[in-house]
């Protein structure tokens, strides 16, 4: 979490970075700029346990997304923002827990990313 916050305000500071030409940018593509709390160095580090499994359809590729966040209370009041390749995909929250589909062109998977290697 330490790590993100930094990344961010390093984000806001400069204007040095370049935008990937083939990843969109996101309208609310920010870094929480939330205050550390009294007691926060002595915190375990966040743990958040990330799952994505793919089902292949004909023209369009499903992408079931799970989130979990560790359970204490603050997780209970969390907020998750996922896209895919661009696209806000709708959380549903149970608990700690988040559960999101998207959907994506099956020919993603089959195209070119660069030229050294094909597609994945």
């Known amino acids: 979490e330490r790590l993100l916050r930094m990344a961010g305000d390093y984000e806001r500071s400069t204007q040095r970075r ?6 969109p940018e996101l309208a609310d593509d920010v870094f929480s ?14 743990a958040i346990a990330f799952a994505a499994e793919m089902r292949s359809s004909r023209d369009q590729d499903e ?6 966040l ?3 209370a603050e997780a209970q ?12 995909v709708a959380m549903q929250q149970s608990g700690t827990r988040f559960i999101g589909r998207g959907l994506v062109p099956a020919a993603e998977h089959q195209r070119l ?3 050294w290697r094909g597609g994945y």
Request: charged content about 20%; proline content about 16%.
């Open 33 to 46: 700029s939330r205050p550390n709390r009294a007691g926060d160095a002595k915190a375990p580090p966040l």
């Open 63 to 68: 992408i079931a997304i799970t989130l979990d």
């Open 18 to 23: 370049t935008s990937p030409p083939r990843t």
């Open 113 to 115: 990313h660069s030229p």
């Open 77 to 88: 009041n969390a907020s998750v923002k996922l896209h895919v390749n661009g696209d806000a």
């Open 70 to 72: 560790p359970g204490d």
